[in-house]
Every structure is written in structure tokens, then in C-alpha cells.
């Protein structure tokens, strides 16, 4: 797999330049390259407890993006997923320690605890004051002698982080980070495993399946599961860490693991906000990227019973960017519509006829849906038969609440209904085609000349005419046609789609800004839309 590095060799040291150039001189970095890749506060006078932490890299931001005011004083960056050796721990030490202290945060990884633990008695024996503490927070593997460090190592980070800016002592905030890891826990899932550098990709997790608890370097989790959906996952997680709840109000913090989309984490959060323990999270960190692991398509929730105190630490004021806001999680606020948007709800009537007519149609759209996503994809970013079937769902749920047996209020109906669940350029168009078409047929004009109205209608409004290769090149002959005979239409309707294979130029839609070689050979997915539903009907 293709990545946006130079050399496996260098890609810590080059990473860590660049942010220590990007921060604004806030930091800095230790002489010592390439062995030695420790970022320090470039502001740091030794006159507070030092909090450090670090371990491998491939967890950006952490752990050198969580190095600023309130939170950590260094971070000591090692190989992807590998310790930092002692030395290298013990340069981060002496650089930033001086008479208050200072104290390790350590994720419970072997090679962490030694070379860490071993930095930390050198560094005592040269007189400095050093505590550790030990990140244990997974709970997917409660039969582990030793729970693995997650992303709630970053709820100590911020709380100690707190506490030592506030010029709290050693004790106190090595006491304070102690009962968060103590309550601290957290578990991940993932769709598939990071890309490690230089390396081809693991396909341990196969297609359709999602793993249950796996660690941030990839480790296996607890087990795979079918995945279905987003709901079903949180779900799956959601009932390990309640468990160890206990009823308290928590903050959540909820991390994408490096590859998961920004709308994907929006809708995790939304089903956390719904899920078992939903009512028990009173606040959350994210959703962001924090703890990642490369480009991991997965995500992981930690819990926290933070105390009114504990919460002020975490909202406390940090300027660095890798660091979310904590806000308060509550329901989901609802305004009414402005005057003037609130739809007109026409008034429903039954005609059985057109109600099985106008399933059929959805049906046909929603059977087509892959099809015609597969053909926009050549064209546009694939979502054409996902807007149609969704518009084609809502319209028979809707279906039921439509003036059925009065198609001049019909038309009206379909097209606000359109206008409010189907988005896109399809969407817009066609509400005002079915619109234009009820307000023709209300002026007494036969079903035909109707539909031809709204036609040049939406002609006017979005500017195609035949030939610019949109489903104009199908419903246009189509309509022509309809007044003989449905087949007739649908004959039209073939060939104009089949036209638009031959099209090596697009003069209108999102087709219009494509490389004209990337379209010759494939029909235009709206006009292949409008042929299969036609070809449908007249089966009908």
C-alpha cells in the first residue's frame, strides 16, 4: 500500500520536525537524532512537576502532540510501535525534571514498563524525584494477568497534566493519576488492522466480519464478530464496560483508532448517546483522533467517573489542538421550521391502482440501487442509485399519506416530498418536475401534456437538453413517446440511455466536469434510471 513517506527509516524523525516546526516555537526537540527523539515545552522552567509519557510512535497525536501548557512537559517517541530505549526515556527526564519532580505515564506494554521503569531509577540515582504510573485500561481481556494501556491513558495525561500546572505537587498529582487509571476503562473495535510502513497490510480481520478488543499496535482482540452496522457495534462494546460502571455518571471519551471518517465517528457518538449506558455519560471528549494506531478503521470508547473537580481539570485550558473539547453530552436539540417552510400536508386518499403503480416504481429504483451506484462511480462519486432508493424508501413509507386518488394533488404531493428526502442535484430536479407537472394538470391539461410541462420546466431551471448526456437523453423521448403506448415510451427511453454510452462529452450535471475519457462505454446513471423504471412499467 502507497503511503506519504520517504524512507521507513526516517519517518519519526521526519514526523517529529514537523511538528515541532508547525507548533509555533512552543516546542522543541532533543539533540540526539536519530536515536534520542524526545519533544519538550520550549517554554518549561523546571519550576512544576514534569509529566512525561511516550512509548511507540504510529499513535499520533499522541504522544508528542499532547506536549504543551497542561498537559505533558515531554513526550519520547520511539520506532512505529516499539519502546523508546532507556536512554533515551532518561534524556526526556533530565532535560524537563527539576527540584518538584517528575512523573512517567506509562500504557502497560512490556517494553514501556522496563525501559521506562529502568530510565526512572537512573534518573533517582542522579537525585531527581521520579514517579511512575502504570496505564492498565482494556477491559475486552479480563483474563489477561495484565490489561493492556488504551486511549484512557489521555484522561490521566489531562488531569495530571491539570494539576501540575496549577503547581499541584508530586504526591498529589501522582495520587490523583493513580485513581484515574484505578477507574479508568476502555475497549476498541476495529474493521481492519493499520498499515504498518514499509509493510504490506495484515488482512487478519476478513470482509464482513469486525475484531472485539484488539490493542493499539493490532494485538488481537477478545473475538470477531459479524458486523452489521455502527448500532450493533457500539452495542457489542457498550455491554463489556458497563459492567464495570457500576450506575455512575462517566465521561466518555470516544477515539478514532486513525482511519475512520469524520461523519462514521458522528454517528458512533450518536449511538453511544443511545446505547445501554447512554443515560450514564455526562460528558465526552471528542470524537477525534487521539490514540490512533496508523490507519486503523476502528474507534474505541473509554470511561471515566469523573467528580465535579475531575471535570473542571479535563475542561481545563490547554492550547493544544490534539486535545478536543469536553462538552456536556445531552438530547438532541429540535427548533421548529421558519414560517413558510413548514410542508403542507396534503390531504390522504386511498386508490389502490396508483398506490401499487407507485410502489412498483420505488421498487424498481431501490432494485437498481448497485447498478447505477457502480455506473456513477465512472463518472461522479457513486451515490446515484443510494439517492434514488433512498428517495424510492421514504416514498413508500410514505405512501399512505398521499392524495392517491387525486393525481393533479398527487404530483404536488410526490414533489415536496422529494424536495424534503431526496438531496442532490436528482433530487432538486425532479421535486420541480413533479411539481410543475401538478401545476399544469391542475389548469385542466390531459396527464402527457402535463408531464411534457414539467419537463421544460426542469429544463429551464437546470439548463440540460438533449444530447448533454443527463436523463433528459431518456425522459424526453420517453414523454414523446408515452401517448402511444407505454412500451412505446419505454422503447424511447432504451434508446436514449443507450445513446448516452456513446457520449464522449457531457455538457451538463456533475458528468460535465469528468475527463470525457472516463465516460465513453458507460450510460449515464440518471438516464439508465429513467429507462429501467420505464422498462419496469410497461411490464407492469
Known amino acids: 500500500m502507497a503511503q506519504f ?3 521507513r ?27 534520542i527523539r524526545v519533544v519538550v515545552r520550549n517554554d518549561w522552567d523546571k519550576s512544576k512537576v514534569a509529566l512525561i509519557s511516550g ?9 508528542a502532540g499532547f506536549v504543551g501548557e497542561g498537559m505533558l ?12 530505549t532507556a536512554d533515551a526515556v532518561l534524556a526526556g527526564i533530565l532535560a524537563v525534571t527539576g527540584p518538584s519532580g517528575c512523573l512517567l505515564i506509562v500504557k502497560n506494554y512490556t517494553g514501556d514498563r522496563l525501559n521506562f521503569g529502568l530510565a526512572a531509577e537512573r534518573a533517582r540515582q542522579f537525585g531527581l524525584n521520579v514517579e511512575i504510573v502504570i496505564v492498565d485500561d482494556d477491559v475486552a481481556l479480563p483474563d489477561l494477568p495484565q490489561a493492556r494501556g488504551l486511549a484512557g ?29 484505578s477507574k479508568t476503562k476502555s475497549i476498541g473495535m476495529s474493521l481492519g488492522t493499520g498499515t504498518i510502513p514499509g509493510s504490506p497490510k495484515e488482512d487478519r480481520i476478513p470482509p464482513g466480519m469486525a475484531e472485539l478488543g484488539l490493542g493499539i499496535h493490532g494485538e488481537a482482540g477478545v473475538e470477531q464478530v459479524e458486523f452489521r452496522d455502527a448500532s450493533e457495534a457500539v452495542a457489542a462494546m457498550v455491554e463489556r464496560l458497563s459492567a464495570a460502571m457500576e450506575g455512575k455518571r462517566h465521561v466518555a471519551m470516544v477515539n478514532n483508532l486513525g482511519g475512520t471518517s469524520v461523519i462514521e465517528m458522528s454517528i458512533i457518538l450518536n449511538e453511544i448517546r443511545r446505547s445501554a449506558i447512554g443515560e450514564q455519560i455526562n460528558h465526552v471528549v471528542g470524537p477525534a483522533a487521539m490514540m490512533t494506531s496508523l490507519d486503523m478503521h476502528g474507534f474505541s470508547i473509554s470511561v471515566y467517573p469523573a467528580d465535579d473537580a475531575e471535570i473542571a481539570l479535563l475542561k481545563q485550558h490547554t492550547p493544544l489542538a490534539a486535545w478536543p473539547r469536553v462538552s456536556r453530552l445531552g438530547q438532541v436539540a429540535v427548533q421548529a421550521l421558519p414560517d413558510g417552510l413548514t410542508p403542507v400536508v396534503p390531504v ?4 389502490k391502482p396508483t398506490r401499487e403503480f407507485l410502489t412498483r416504481c420505488c421498487e424498481v429504483l431501490i432494485a437498481a440501487e448497485n447498478d447505477l451506484n457502480a455506473l456513477d462511480a465512472k463518472s461522479g462519486d457513486g451515490d446515484t442509485g443510494s439517492t434514488l432508493a433512498g428517495a424510492a424508501r421514504a416514498l413508500i413509507s410514505a405512501v399512505d399519506r398521499l392524495p392517491l386518488a387525486d393525481h393533479t394533488q398527487l404530483y404536488r404531493a410526490i414533489g415536496l416530498e422529494l424536495s424534503k428526502t431526496m438531496g442532490g442535484s436528482f433530487g432538486v430536479l425532479l421535486a420541480i418536475f413533479f411539481a410543475a ?9 390531459p396527464m402527457c401534456e402535463a408531464l411534457q410541462a ?10 440540460a437538453r438533449l444530447g448533454d448526456r443527463t436523463m433528459v437523453d431518456a425522459l424526453a423521448p420517453a414523454l414523446d413517446a408515452l401517448e402511444k403506448s407505454l412500451s412505446e415510451a419505454a422503447k424511447a427511453a432504451r434508446a436514449g440511455a443507450d445513446r448516452t454510452v456513446r457520449m464522449s462529452k457531457a455538457n451538463a450535471g456533475r458528468a460535465s466536469y469528468v475527463n470525457a475519457t472516463q465516460l465513453v462505454g458507460h450510460a449515464d446513471p440518471g438516464a439508465e434510471a429513467i429507462a429501467r423504471l420505464f422498462e419496469h412499467l410497461a411490464e407492469f
Do not use: W
Open 73 to 84: 512537559t515531554a513526550a519520547v517517541c520511539g520506532d512505529i510501535f516499539a519502546s523508546p
Open 153 to 181: 491513558t489521555l484522561f490521566v495525561h489531562k488531569i495530571a497534566g491539570a494539576l501540575a500546572e496549577n503547581g499541584t505537587d508530586l504526591a498529589r498529582v501522582t495520587a490523583a493519576a493513580r485513581k484515574v487509571v
Open 348 to 351: 390522504p386518499s386511498m386508490h
Open 454 to 463: 414539467g419537463l421544460r420546466r426542469m429544463q429551464e431551471i437546470g439548463g
Open 5 to 7: 513517506i520517504n524512507t
Open 437 to 445: 407537472t401538478g401545476d399544469a394538470a391542475s389548469s385542466g391539461m
Open 9 to 35: 527509516e526516517n519517518i519519526v524523525t521526519e514526523a517529529v520536525d514537523g511538528l515541532v516546526a508547525a507548533s509555533g516555537g512552543m516546542l522543541a526537540r532533543l539533540d540526539g537524532y536519530p536515536h
Open 55 to 63: 512509548g511507540g510512535s504510529g499513535h499520533e497525536p499522541a504522544h
